[in-house]
């Protein structure tokens, strides 16, 4: 499906549902603590939400980063979907917090994730040697077709 249909089918399906919602992952929780490894290298990947909490497919359209412990760095963040271990990058995020502030990044189109599947997160840094964090949540939408 092509960028152009995709996002028509998004607005028809909006414009003829009452059953999309908004949603946030973790729910009513303080967001997940990424860190990343070294330099320009990606730490672990760090659940968002395990697969049960995934009940129907869910799109993916953006994340909410805060600058986390060291404090100001650039940083990408990954998100990605699938078993521990087995995880599959879909969206590289950059983010930029040495204003010393936090921020919301909305993804030019939604990613889908299956129902079942869960949904991880991953982070790297600029700073040479050393392992800066940055907490981060995922924004979904559900009730797409």
Do not use: C
């Amino acid at each position: 499906m092509g960028q152009s249909e995709l996002l028509s089918s998004l607005y028809q399906n909006h414009s003829e549902s009452v059953n999309i919602r908004t949603l946030v992952f973790p729910d009513l929780a303080a967001g997940v603590v990424l860190t990343g490894a070294k330099a320009y290298a990606y730490g672990a990947w760090v659940q968002i939400v395990a697969a049960a909490g995934v009940v129907v497919d869910t799109w993916i359209s953006g994340v909410e980063l805060a600058e986390g412990l060291a404090g100001g760095d650039q940083y990408q963040v990954q998100v990605g979907s699938g078993a521990g271990a087995a995880e599959v990058g879909l969206a590289a995020i950059p983010f930029d917090s040495r204003n010393g502030s936090g921020g919301q990044v909305d993804l030019p189109l939604p990613i889908k994730v299956l129902a079942a599947t869960r949904i991880a997160a991953r982070t790297a840094n600029a700073a040479a040697g050393a392992a800066n964090t940055i907490i981060a949540k995922v924004k979904a939408i559900q009730g797409l077709v």
